[in-house]
């Protein structure tokens, strides 16, 4: 039986994948201007930039927040 604290865990955790998968697909296509200046998404991208998406990106903020209200 899923527990609806399993569900909210397995929502949250969806919500930040796409969230995360979301931005970059929108800094490619530079739909994003402060993140993506001039369609230049390599040289753009910063080294704190890879640093947060490598550490889970959107999740782990979502996740900092929970914490936080716990």
Do not use: K, Y
């Amino acid at each position: 039986m899923i527990t609806a604290e399993c569900r909210s865990a397995t929502s949250r955790n969806a919500a930040g994948r796409f969230a995360t998968e979301l931005l970059i697909s929108r800094c490619r296509t530079g739909a994003e201007p402060v993140v993506m200046p001039q369609n230049r998404w390599f040289a753009a991208t910063t080294q704190g930039f890879h640093d947060w998406l490598g550490a889970g990106g959107f999740q782990s903020e979502i996740e900092a927040v929970r914490r936080q209200n716990t």
